[in-house]
T-cell receptor, first 110, second 114 residues
Framework: EDQVTQSPEALRLQEGESSSLNCSYT??????LFWYRQDPGKGPEFLFT???AGEEKEKERLKATLTKKESFLHITAPKPEDSATYLC???????????FGQGTRLTINP | NAGVTQTPKFQVLKTGQSMTLQCAQD?????MYWYRQDPGMGLRLIYY???????DKGEVPNGYNVSRLNKREFSLRLESAAPSQTSVYFC?????????????FGPGTRLTVL
């Protein structure tokens, strides 16, 4: 069964304290791995798509990486405005749907 | 360019009532989706429409119907609401261009069924 697991469920950091969020997946054929940011009461906001192992993408303080079994979202010197839930999803070859993980709730304290 | 819009933002229903959730996108995307988001369960696909005139079931279609009214609009109908349908509902549309394949989400409809 196709599965996506995110860890940790919740993470509290001090402003400026870098860390990484993990997304591990077990799927039959990966078409793409997606990272979204979701603020309370809002819809998921697209961040990155990664298509193949070894690929990396960056946006401001965020960098996403992909291996054959997992993806990491690295957050460098985070600010309080980076506080949100980060969702990971995978798209399987030949399927329409995205399979989502349960998310990591990130809180950055000033 | 509003992206994906959804109405209403909030709704409270009594068990057995019906309602339609509306979704529209102005990005000229062919594919559109309805997901529900429940605590601890992630987003799950209810129905999707790969193109205008087609609809297909997702993971959790029971109790729902959909209509792809035209390329822009994709509605979700609850014929007889149940408390188990209390959730946040998100509509998404999909952009495919070359090697790019990304879904963009609306702001959601928060539904409570009493």
């Amino acid at each position: 069964e196709d599965q996506v697991t995110q860890s940790p469920e919740a993470l509290r950091l001090q402003e400026g304290e870098s860390s990484s969020l993990n997304c591990s997946y077990t799927v039959s054929g990966l078409r793409g791995l997606f990272w979204y940011r979701q603020d309370p009461g809002k819809g998921p906001e697209f961040l990155f798509t990664l298509y193949s192992a070894g690929e990396e993408k960056e946006k401001e303080r965020l960098k996403a990486t992909l291996t054959k079994k997992e993806s990491f979202l690295h957050i460098t010197a985070p600010k309080p405005e980076d506080s949100a839930t980060y969702l990971c999803a995978v798209k399987i070859q030949g399927a329409q749907k995205l399979v989502f993980g349960q998310g990591t709730r990130l809180t950055i304290n000033p | 360019n509003a992206g994906v819009t959804q109405t209403p933002k909030f709704q409270v229903l009594k068990t057995g009532q019906s309602m339609t959730l509306q979704c529209a996108q102005d990005m000229n995307h062919n594919s559109m989706y309805w997901y529900r988001q429940d605590p601890g369960m992630g987003l799950r696909l209810i129905y999707y429409s790969a193109s205008e005139g087609t609809t297909d079931k997702g993971e959790v279609p029971n109790g729902y119907n959909v209509s792809r009214l035209n390329k822009r609009e994709f509605s979700l109908r609850l014929e007889s609401a149940a408390p188990s349908q209390t959730s946040v509902y998100f509509c998404a549309s999909r952009r495919t261009s070359g090697s790019t394949d990304t879904q963009y989400f609306g702001p959601g409809t928060r539904l409570t069924v009493l």
